[in-house]
């Protein structure tokens, strides 16, 4: 018995060693073929990038000998594209590098599209979007029908908001896959601004995860007219939402009108509270000092600090705050306005 | 005679048994990180970096370094976090009573200011002497503490923290410009599902570095080093990469993983009676979670690099080999009630048995088999092939996996693009049996018996800096 497994035992062992021998030897030659690659790349990349600069910022006229042969060309075609699309922003070179890929690079990804692996898929949805490649659209809803995974299907959903936005509403509506808040921002901020608000108007059909992103993305896009929407949540039944909101609109920073905030001086929510803190930044010290005040002794370390920075941002908040150290009780209070106080000082 | 008969057998039956399980949960691991790797292999990940690179998809988090006695690594380390490719971070660095000048060299060469700051105190810890600043950048801010130990450091560190989650990292150790970006990624994409992520630590000794950042990889020439290079691929592929995907990770590195400050101050921060204290905070986590019935993970993420330095020589090397062992022993021991409970799911009925059984209890397992051939060859007759097969069997599972670590890692992540380099890791896998693995062997046996009796140390090891020349061993 012992004999037979000992016997065994070397088969295997053998056996892996002659299957390494040969996975090195593969190895080997997959490397040798990976730098002829990328040399092929760096040789178009020297020879062609001062042409492509030309073409794309100077109007100089499209040369033939751009167009790429072989997939090492399209890969360094990708690197200065995305170097441009990355660092500049100028619709016309948006439009050329759209139109160049829409007509030489198409072949490529239509390719990549049909391919079994996962990632050359992943990759050429990258791309497809990335260099706006419409005439793939396609060719992407075909790939759709196909048995996909969460994050192809999560590609195509942000190429469908950029190239279809009536496509990309209908496909959210249904819930093929639920996608974290992040990754719904990623699709909401490409939105133009009249498919964006039509998130607003149906806003409580709306998962939570999709409610969250889009007021993040209000906030984020900074816009005026994002405003009163965000202003009607804040009677929202959903505390989270109350506090995304407030949080939306401090970052947009405009704040014409106190009295929505004053409630929540009082909210049983301290995030809520330090919010209020944080939107009183944007309102001069007089109209808010009082509520400040009640801030600064509030139970919640955070709230008490922001409370006491925003007041000190304010040009008479440092005599404020050492007002309030003399007169005050309120020795967690006291504390906080004294570091702000030696803070400010310090950084004079 | 018969008694030495029947304890030969009852012993090469028990080492025999051990050695086949091990060798069957590593081809398991193997393959299942095989897949995985497999999926991703050739996937372009700078969308997902440029996508993330915006304040606006992520979330903030506070990098921990604490520092004792590490005036030699702990200027890089600070640059290499300042080089990070992440939108908002604070970088908050402790000096756990440094007895050298790790204190003077963190101020002079980040223009530190004293500052008065209140420390919001969720986590007990020794006295804080100091709080600096950095005049040159806004967000780096220096804190000099009495002498607690490495846990009692970071739980400072975690006080002084403002933001959600915090990163720790060793005060020797080297981030990769996307490193950051990259581990936050299961925790940002799974909308707080996650709460603790790992990353992949690399050796960085060899490599070439210039302000905190690695810009050429070279493999060490010395043998012990590269050895842990070999060591590390193998853990990575045969044990995290397979766990994470289960749920079942109970060891994300200290050196390089990022925590919810929620969790981990519910946990309690950071155990301070304990050596394995990162181990121990993911054990207390995973216990958390289940007590408290919540669905969060923590992950390990294969791509990101943290380069640290590895020991150079043996003695260093075996101190920290037995403190790893010790402090597995501790962090296990503590919650030992999990261990086969169903009330803490998988965790308790498959990692904690895995890691008694195999991590645990398997180098007296497998010194014993050692020490099994070496007295099967005397005793000759039968026994002389009970120990071939035990040898063939211990070629399997030291040189065969290792092989296949290097190669597969050669395939998917080519960390060292020479051929030579990569023929020279082959070779000495080969040698692995021989001098490594007893080796280590008996300095985690040292691990236990430190255990059961209770000893520990801080257990710095001496810096020589990873950009430093290197003696070949």
Known sequence: MIGLSIHFLLSVIALLLVLFFIFVLYLFFQRERENHFLTARETYIKNYSQCWYEYLFNDEIFSVVLVPRGRAQVEAIEIIFSSYLKNIINENVRQKIKEFSNVYLIKFYAQDLRSKRWSIRMNALYRISELHIDELLEACKKLERTNISETEYFQLLKIYSSFQPDLFIEKIKVPNASYSESEYRRLFVLLEEDVFIRFFDEFDRWPANIQYAVIDTAAAKKNMKYIDRLKQLLTHDVTEIKIRALKGLFEIGVIDDIEPFVPFVTSDFWEARLMVGKIFKHVPLTYTYSYLELLLQDENWWVRSQAAKTIAEDREGLAKLQQFIASSSDQYGIEMAQEIVARKQGNR | ?473
């Open chain 2, 1 to 473: 005679m018969k008694i030495v008969d029947y304890s030969m057998w009852f012993f090469g039956g028990v080492i025999l048994f051990y050695m086949l399980f091990v060798i069957a949960s590593y081809c398991m691991m193997f393959v299942i990180a095989l897949f995985d790797l497999r999926k991703r292999y050739s996937l372009d990940p700078s969308e997902y970096d440029d996508a993330h690179i915006d304040a606006f998809y992520s979330k903030p988090v506070s990098l921990l370094v604490p520092a004792y006695n590490e005036e030699v690594g702990v200027v890089d380390t600070v640059y290499s976090l300042l080089n990070l490719r992440y939108p908002q971070t604070e970088i908050i660095i402790i000096n756990d009573g440094s007895t050298d000048n790790t204190l003077q060299t963190v101020i002079e060469h980040f223009q530190m200011k004293p500052v008065n700051k209140i420390v919001h105190t969720n986590i007990q810890t020794k006295q804080v002497i100091q709080i600096y600043e950095s005049e040159i950048y806004m967000n780096c801010i220096l804190v000099d503490k009495e002498n607690g130990g490495k846990a009692d450091a970071l739980n400072v560190g975690i006080n002084v923290s403002q933001y959600p989650y915090f990163c720790s990292i060793d005060g020797d150790s080297i981030l990769d410009e996307k490193s950051l970006l990259r581990v936050m990624k299961p925790i940002i994409l799974s909308d707080g599902e996650v709460i603790a992520a790992g990353g992949n630590i690399r050796i960085a000794n060899g490599a070439k570095m210039q302000f905190g950042s690695i810009y050429e990889t070279q493999l060490s020439r010395n043998y012990l080093v590269i050895m842990q290079v070999i060591e590390y691929l193998r853990a990575f592929l045969m044990g995290r990469i397979a766990l994470s995907k289960f749920n079942l990770v109970l060891i994300i590195s200290g050196a390089f993983s990022v925590f919810s400050k929620k969790w981990a101050i519910e946990a309690g921060g950071y155990s301070t009676d304990i050596i394995g204290e990162d181990m121990e905070l993911v054990v207390h986590i995973h216990r958390l979670i289940k007590e408290k019935k919540e669905n969060k993970r923590i992950e390990f993420v294969p791509d990101p690099v943290c380069w640290t330095e590895a020991p150079q020589t043996l003695g260093v090397l075996r101190n920290q080999r037995r403190r790893w062992h010790q402090g597995m022993f501790e962090s296990l021991w503590k919650h030992k009630k999990m261990t086969l409970n169903p009330k803490y799911g998988l965790i308790g009925m498959i990692s904690f048995p895995y890691f008694w059984f195999v991590e645990c209890l398997g180098p007296i397992i497998e010194l014993g088999g050692y020490i099994y051939i070496i007295v099967a060859f005397f005793l000759g007759d039968i026994y002389y092939e009970a120990a071939i097969l035990l040898l063939l069997l211990f070629v399997i599972y030291g040189v065969i996996f290792s092989v296949a670590s290097v190669l597969f890692e050669a395939w998917s992540m080519n960390t060292y693009p020479r051929k030579r380099e990569l023929l020279r890791m082959i070779l000495l896998a080969f040698t692995e049996i021989f001098w490594y693995r007893p080796l280590t062997l008996m300095w985690r046996c040292e691990g236990v018996v430190r255990f059961m009796r209770r000893k520990s140390d801080w257990g710095n090891m001496k810096r020589v800096g990873i950009a430093k020349k290197e003696k070949s061993v």
